[in-house]
């Protein structure tokens, strides 16, 4: 018991006694425990919203597609005639666990054309009274009726078009009567997911590959609408089945009758439009956790160097090298428990505006985002972060021997031979840059693994801006796609919190070196180095690790952004934009790294020195 | 400047130091004005805490007075910016320090010929002058080691020679021995007397009363201030032998 | 100089009397300068009267006392066995000086530290002339390390002269 005091009084005097970099440490895991726990809450986003919805546009359990040319999980089949439906729907009606429909209703395939833009939709045919299975609810205006057209919520959005606008629907001219959500479709972009992939519409060929949105209309406008287009007319039948929970067993069992999709299906395609934003938050919170940890273990080393002398007078006290250890590990896990709760709070609070799951589903996800498991799972990061940087430091300071760390005060520096002769040749900024890399290979790689960190997230970033761009660019005229809008939003934020992490890197790494060579430099003035020229030290010092850490930047950026896109197309950002980015993060980190230089530079040399004397 | 200046490397007038304020106030430097010569040796001694070692400091540039002046080779150092002053501190000055202050890393040679690189020689010419003043204080076989391996004695000597490298106007010292035990003490006294037979000017700072006897004058210093100074030179006076109980 | 030393300088062989003189001042290096030439003879001459040494004359030769060769009884033996094992130091004279200034402070002759500054003056100049002649001498010489021990004491001597200055300051307001 009394052991557990003194470890707690000691490293509670330690934290006093340093809050600067106290609050760096908690800044730093914070900003990770908060990107975390933004990605954990989406985790238990995607499901629930659509619930909602289905619960209240009493959504069907499987949707069947009849007429039109469809893939069932058998291979294509064959076009189907009109004749064909009735026969199709009374099987399927009658098949065993089926309790209740409705329809069929006719789908026609139409351009919709409003201020200059022109995109495919599937045109619902609806009766005006309410539907038993999915009855879209309304979100503005009101229902279908001759001339006037309800449009998908999702789909309204993009198209910038709201209650009482005109549009035309093959040619004739209608009006939006209302905007709606349902439960039945995947709101746009997604219409034409399929679980075996292909779309069933026949469309103009250039417009194939487009999104296609969603619309319902009264039933004869419809059947006018197909007729113009002079296009077999498709027909949607939705079921409610006694189990809904083996939808998917009735689909694969009934197949071979019409396209049907189970509603899991259906939620899954809805997830997408969250799930994207996850394949982004996910690897973005590896790499803030990553960059965390080096700012962690910069601070903790830096604070061991200083610390060696007192763990000396621990160990001559006669603590343990475990207690010692301990300690060292008690100060960080509890900066890293604070900085979990800070970012657990963040996260709870960011969460809303980021887990709204897209406009085509009604209701936001609220509260639930954060469950125990999900605290429990940031807490768990946070506390491995603090570890993951301590460790090492600690282990090392643990096992120095008492009369070193008394004699001592620091760790010896490496002798780099080598560099230390090719130096000899370089100006003197370099020639004292590269000797105190030199002097802290492990400081100098992590700097440049966290450099490395940082390049890999921007690349990344500047390859999701250019494949974003050829997209939309291939995207009917002008249309936004939401889900990428949402990924960009994502990713602003994102870039923010990255860079705002990988600053703090940079200038925690410069600060550790100034410390550290705040001896080197004071002898380096007695002997006649001017205080610019040692500026330019330690910022080569920074320079030389991050150069090669931003190089690497680019193919981990690509290659990250390859794996989170989950195989989509990937394209390579132009040359001179990666050359761009590499200069500015150098740049970045030169300017970053003169601040503390500078005011290291300000106390005269003989005070240091002779401080190192007593 | 006239003649008198030309012959005088250093010269301080009214130099103080001062740190804390109010009831904490130090005046580690009182008031102190000093000539020294070229070619001349000056011990300033005292006991510890009587500001000796700042005073040094502020004769070499390495601090900023907050009162008077200091000229070295002419020029005032309030008046000089820190550019220049560390190039003053390059090529006019060399110090010692009683800590040493030899980077660990580097082998004795590449400690000694540091201030000739960064003070833009070529790196050969650097090596060669370093060779040479290890030469100098009888270290020769030793330049590749690590200061690690090396003495208290030969760290100070090493120290010394590096303190010579640029062939400065003047060499500072602060507590030379300070850190050193009765025979390294030998070494460097030996060094010390060898510089002054060479004509070096220099300016020792020091407790050990066997280098203050090095001095040509011997200032003694006390809270900040200088309360007296001996002329040290200038024939013996009594009988070595009666010293050692030798009766005449 | 004791009268012992020569008796001891005789434990090795008999010898000349300048052999001995030879041999004292290559011991003493350069403080073996001042030594008087005679002096040696005046302790031969009265430690044979003790009868702790015996004299021969060389044979053929007129009666000289340089020319006479010294050699030890068996009394001088003993002697310098005893003296050989003796632990007593040479007396050290602080008790003067430290009277001088108790006098002076009491009568107000003068000001104790100007005696004592004066001292450390003189001692300071002793100091450089010995250290000067210790580093004259080779390595390992033993009058250089006779010229050490001066140094030494000197050094001693003058710590206690810093106490002493110490100790007499009278005792001011720091400002």
């Given at each position: 018991?009394?052991?557990?005091?003194?470890?707690?009084?000691l490293?509670?005097?330690?934290?006093?006694?340093?809050?600067?970099?106290?609050?760096?440490?908690?800044?730093?895991?914070?900003?990770?425990?908060?990107?975390?726990?933004?990605?954990?809450?989406?985790?238990?986003?995607?499901?629930?919203?659509?619930?909602?919805?289905?619960?209240?546009?009493?959504?069907?359990?499987?949707?069947?597609?009849?007429?039109?040319?469809?893939?069932?999980?058998?291979?294509?089949?064959?076009?189907?005639?009109?004749?064909?439906?009735?026969?199709?729907?009374?099987?399927?009606?009658?098949?065993?666990?089926?309790?209740?429909?409705?329809?069929?209703?006719?789908?026609?395939?139409?351009?919709?054309?409003?201020?200059?833009?022109?995109?495919?939709?599937?045109?619902?045919?609806?009766?005006?009274?309410?539907?038993?299975?999915?009855?879209?609810?309304?979100?503005?205006?009101?229902?279908?009726?001759?001339g006037?057209?309800?449009?998908?919520?999702?789909?309204?959005?993009?198209?910038?078009?709201?209650?009482?606008?005109?549009?035309?629907?093959?040619?004739?001219?209608?009006?939006?009567?209302?905007?709606?959500?349902?439960?039945?479709?995947?709101?746009?972009?997604?219409?034409?997911?399929?679980?075996?992939?292909?779309?069933?519409?026949?469309?103009?060929?250039k417009?194939?590959?487009?999104?296609?949105?969603?619309?319902?209309?009264?039933?004869?406008?419809?059947?006018?609408?197909?007729?113009?287009?002079?296009?077999?007319?498709?027909?949607?039948?939705?079921?409610?089945?006694?189990?809904?929970?083996?939808?998917?067993?009735f689909?694969?069992?009934?197949?071979?009758?019409?396209?049907?999709?189970?509603?899991?299906?259906?939620?899954?395609?809805?997830?997408?439009?969250?799930l994207?934003?996850?394949q982004?938050?996910?690897?973005?919170?590896?790499?803030?956790?990553?960059?965390?940890?080096?700012?962690?273990?910069?601070?903790?080393?830096g604070?061991?160097?200083?610390?060696?002398?007192?763990?000396?007078?621990?160990?001559?006290?006669?603590?343990?090298?475990?207690?010692?250890?301990?300690?060292?590990?008690?100060?960080?896990?509890?900066?890293?428990?604070?900085?979990?709760?800070?970012?657990?709070?963040?996260?709870?609070?960011?969460?809303?505006?980021?887990?709204?799951p897209?406009?085509?589903?009604?209701?936001?996800?609220?509260?639930?985002?954060?469950?125990?498991?999900?605290?429990?799972?940031?807490?768990?990061?946070?506390?491995?972060?603090?570890?993951?940087?301590?460790?090492?430091?600690?282990?090392?300071?643990?096992?120095?021997?008492?009369?070193?760390?008394?004699?001592?005060?620091?760790?010896?520096?490496?002798?780099?031979?080598?560099?230390?002769?090719?130096?000899?040749?370089?100006?003197?900024?370099?020639?004292?840059?590269?000797?105190l890399?030199?002097?802290?290979p492990?400081?100098?790689?992590?700097?440049?693994?966290?450099?490395?960190?940082?390049?890999?997230?921007?690349?990344?970033?500047?390859?999701?801006?250019?494949?974003?761009?050829?997209?939309?660019?291939?995207?009917?005229?002008?249309?936004?796609?939401?889900?990428?809008?949402?990924?960009?939003?994502?990713?602003?934020?994102?870039?923010?919190?990255?860079?705002?992490?990988?600053?703090?890197?940079?200038?925690?790494?410069?600060?550790?070196?100034?410390q550290?060579?705040?001896?080197?430099?004071?002898?380096?003035?007695?002997?006649?180095?001017?205080?610019?020229?040692i500026?330019?030290?330690?910022?080569?010092?920074?320079?030389?690790?991050?150069?090669?850490?931003?190089?690497?930047?680019?193919?981990?950026?690509?290659?990250?952004?390859?794996?989170?896109?989950?195989?989509?197309?990937?394209?390579?950002?132009?040359?001179?934009?990666?050359?761009?980015?590499?200069?500015?993060?150098?740049?970045?980190?030169?300017?970053?790294?003169?601040?503390?230089?500078?005011?290291?530079?300000?106390?005269?040399?003989?005070?240091?020195?002779?401080?190192?004397?007593? | 400047?006239?003649e008198?200046?030309?012959?005088?490397?250093?010269?301080?007038?009214?130099?103080?130091?001062?740190?804390?304020?109010?009831?904490?106030?130090?005046?580690?430097?009182?008031?102190?004005?000093?000539?020294?010569?070229?070619?001349?040796?000056?011990?300033?001694?005292?006991?510890?805490?009587?500001?000796?070692?700042?005073?040094?400091?502020?004769?070499?540039?390495?601090?900023?007075?907050?009162?008077?002046?200091?000229?070295?080779?002419?020029?005032?150092?309030?008046?000089?910016g820190?550019?220049?002053?560390s190039?003053?501190?390059?090529?006019?000055?060399?110090?010692?320090?009683?800590?040493?202050?030899?980077?660990?890393?580097?082998?004795?040679?590449?400690?000694?010929?540091?201030?000739?690189?960064?003070?833009?020689?070529?790196?050969?010419?650097?090596?060669?002058?370093?060779?040479?003043?290890?030469?100098?204080?009888?270290?020769?076989?030793?330049?590749?080691?690590?200061?690690?391996?090396?003495?208290?004695?030969?760290?100070?000597?090493?120290?010394?020679a590096?303190?010579?490298?640029?062939?400065?106007?003047?060499?500072?010292?602060?507590?030379?021995?300070?850190?050193?035990?009765?025979?390294?003490?030998?070494?460097?006294?030996r060094?010390?007397?060898?510089?002054?037979?060479?004509?070096?000017?220099?300016?020792?700072?020091?407790?050990?009363?066997?280098?203050?006897?090095?001095?040509?004058?011997?200032?003694?210093?006390?809270?900040?201030?200088?309360?007296?100074?001996?002329?040290?030179t200038?024939?013996?006076?009594?009988?070595?032998?009666?010293?050692?109980?030798?009766?005449? | 100089?004791?009268?012992?030393?020569?008796?001891?300088?005789?434990?090795?062989?008999?010898?000349?009397?300048?052999?001995?003189?030879?041999?004292?001042r290559?011991?003493?290096?350069?403080?073996g300068?001042?030594?008087?030439?005679?002096?040696?003879?005046?302790?031969?001459?009265?430690?044979?009267?003790?009868?702790?040494?015996?004299a021969?004359?060389?044979?053929?030769?007129?009666?000289?006392?340089?020319?006479?060769?010294?050699?030890?009884?068996?009394?001088?033996?003993?002697?310098?066995?005893?003296?050989?094992?003796?632990?007593?130091?040479?007396?050290?004279?602080?008790?003067?000086?430290?009277?001088?200034?108790?006098a002076?402070?009491a009568?107000?002759?003068?000001?104790?530290?100007?005696?004592?500054?004066?001292?450390?003056?003189?001692?300071?100049?002793?100091?450089?002339?010995?250290?000067?002649?210790?580093?004259?001498?080779?390595?390992?010489?033993?009058?250089?390390?006779?010229?050490?021990g001066?140094?030494?004491?000197?050094?001693?001597?003058?710590?206690?002269?810093?106490?002493?200055?110490?100790?007499?300051?009278?005792?001011?307001?720091?400002?």
């Amino acid at each position: 018991m009394g052991k557990i005091v003194l470890i707690w009084r000691l490293a509670a005097r330690d934290l006093r006694h340093r809050p600067a970099q106290a609050a760096l440490l908690l800044l730093a895991v914070t900003a990770a425990t908060a990107v975390l726990a933004l990605g954990l809450a989406l985790h238990g986003v995607t499901s629930q919203p659509y619930q909602q919805t289905r619960a209240a546009t009493r959504g069907p359990d499987v949707v069947a597609q009849l007429g039109g040319p469809f893939q069932g999980p058998h291979g294509p089949g064959q076009p189907g005639s009109a004749s064909q439906v009735p026969t199709e729907v009374r099987t399927l009606v009658h098949s065993s666990g089926v309790t209740g429909h409705s329809g069929p209703y006719p789908v026609a395939s139409a351009l919709l054309r409003v201020r200059g833009m022109t995109v495919a939709v599937e045109a619902e045919g609806r009766d005006q009274a309410p539907a038993s299975v999915d009855q879209p609810k309304l979100t503005a205006g009101s229902w279908v009726r001759p001339g006037g057209v309800v449009i998908e919520r999702t789909f309204a959005g993009a198209l910038g078009v709201g209650v009482g606008d005109r549009v035309t629907l093959n040619g004739r001219l209608f009006t939006v009567a209302g905007i709606a959500v349902t439960a039945a479709s995947p709101p746009f972009p997604n219409l034409c997911y399929q679980p075996g992939g292909g779309c069933v519409f026949d469309l103009p060929a250039k417009l194939s590959h487009d999104p296609i949105g969603l619309a319902w209309v009264i039933r004869a406008d419809a059947r006018t609408l197909a007729a113009a287009a002079a296009a077999p007319v498709s027909y949607f039948l939705n079921l409610r089945l006694s189990h809904p929970a083996a939808a998917r067993a009735f689909v694969s069992h009934v197949s071979g009758v019409a396209d049907l999709t189970a509603w899991q299906d259906i939620a899954a395609a809805d997830g997408l439009l969250v799930l994207d934003e996850q394949q982004v938050l996910s690897p973005g919170a590896l790499l803030a956790a990553l960059l965390a940890v080096a700012s962690v273990a910069v601070l903790a080393g830096g604070r061991m160097a200083e610390n060696t002398r007192r763990i000396g007078l621990l160990k001559a006290a006669g603590a343990t090298p475990g207690l010692v250890t301990v300690v060292l590990l008690a100060e960080n896990v509890v900066l890293a428990l604070a900085a979990a709760a800070i970012g657990l709070v963040v996260g709870r609070l960011a969460a809303p505006s980021i887990t709204n799951p897209g406009v085509g589903l009604v209701g936001a996800p609220g509260a639930p985002a954060l469950t125990l498991s999900i605290a429990g799972e940031v807490v768990a990061v946070a506390v491995a972060t603090a570890l993951a940087g301590t460790v090492v430091p600690a282990i090392r300071a643990a096992r120095t021997s008492t009369v070193s760390a008394l004699a001592d005060g620091a760790r010896r520096p490496r002798r780099g031979a080598v560099l230390i002769s090719v130096s000899r040749r370089l100006p003197v900024p370099l020639l004292l840059g590269l000797r105190l890399v030199a002097r802290r290979p492990g400081r100098a790689l992590l700097s440049a693994a966290s450099i490395a960190v940082t390049a890999t997230a921007i690349v990344a970033i500047l390859a999701f801006h250019t494949t974003v761009n050829l997209r939309i660019a291939r995207v009917a005229h002008g249309l936004g796609d939401p889900v990428f809008t949402r990924d960009e939003q994502i990713m602003q934020v994102l870039t923010v919190v990255l860079v705002a992490l990988a600053v703090l890197n940079v200038v925690v790494t410069a600060w550790a070196t100034v410390q550290d060579t705040r001896h080197t430099s004071a002898l380096a003035r007695a002997l006649g180095a001017s205080p610019p020229q040692i500026g330019a030290a330690i910022s080569a010092a920074q320079l030389i690790p991050a150069l090669p850490g931003a190089l690497l930047g680019i193919p981990l950026g690509i290659g990250l952004f390859a794996v989170a896109s989950r195989g989509g197309i990937v394209t390579i950002p132009p040359a001179w934009w990666l050359a761009a980015a590499v200069l500015g993060i150098l740049a970045a980190v030169d300017l970053l790294a003169s601040v503390p230089a500078r005011i290291g530079a300000r106390r005269p040399p003989g005070e240091i020195l002779q401080a190192e004397n007593a | 400047m006239n003649e008198n200046a030309d012959a005088r490397v250093l010269r301080a007038r009214g130099l103080r130091k001062a740190y804390g304020k109010g009831e904490g106030l130090v005046r580690a430097v009182d008031g102190v004005s000093m000539d020294v010569g070229r070619g001349e040796t000056v011990a300033v001694m005292g006991p510890s805490g009587c500001g000796k070692s700042t005073l040094l400091h502020l004769l070499g540039g390495l601090d900023r007075p907050t009162g008077g002046d200091v000229w070295l080779a002419g020029q005032d150092l309030g008046r000089l910016g820190e550019r220049n002053l560390s190039r003053l501190r390059r090529d006019a000055i060399g110090f010692v320090f009683q800590a040493f202050h030899l980077m660990d890393e580097l082998t004795a040679v590449e400690n000694v010929e540091l201030p000739a690189l960064l003070a833009g020689r070529s790196p050969r010419a650097a090596r060669r002058r370093a060779v040479e003043l290890l030469e100098r204080v009888g270290l020769a076989d030793r330049a590749g080691f690590l200061p690690a391996a090396l003495s208290g004695g030969q760290r100070q000597r090493v120290a010394i020679a590096r303190a010579l490298v640029s062939d400065p106007l003047v060499v500072l010292a602060d507590e030379p021995t300070g850190n050193l035990d009765s025979e390294a003490t030998v070494e460097v006294l030996r060094l010390f007397e060898s510089l002054h037979v060479a004509g070096h000017t220099l300016v020792i700072v020091t407790h050990d009363s066997r280098i203050a006897a090095t001095a040509d004058r011997l200032i003694g210093m006390r809270d900040g201030a200088f309360v007296d100074e001996t002329r040290l030179t200038g024939g013996t006076t009594g009988n070595l032998g009666a010293l050692a109980g030798l009766e005449g | 100089m004791q009268q012992e030393v020569v008796l001891a300088l005789l434990a090795k062989e008999p010898s000349h009397g300048y052999e001995l003189r030879a041999r004292l001042r290559q011991a003493l290096g350069p403080l073996g300068e001042a030594m008087n030439d005679g002096q040696i003879y005046v302790i031969l001459g009265r430690l044979e009267k003790a009868g702790l040494v015996v004299a021969e004359q060389a044979a053929g030769l007129p009666d000289r006392p340089d020319r006479k060769v010294y050699a030890l009884t068996a009394s001088g033996q003993e002697r310098v066995a005893g003296w050989l094992t003796e632990v007593s130091w040479p007396k050290p004279d602080l008790a003067e000086f430290h009277l001088k200034l108790v006098a002076a402070a009491a009568a107000g002759l003068a000001d104790p530290l100007a005696i004592v500054d004066a001292q450390r003056r003189e001692l300071l100049r002793r100091l450089r002339d010995a250290q000067r002649a210790a580093m004259a001498e080779p390595d390992r010489s033993a009058a250089g390390l006779l010229l050490e021990g001066i140094v030494l004491r000197l050094q001693a001597d003058l710590r206690w002269l810093e106490a002493c200055e110490r100790n007499w300051t009278p005792r001011r307001d720091r400002s």
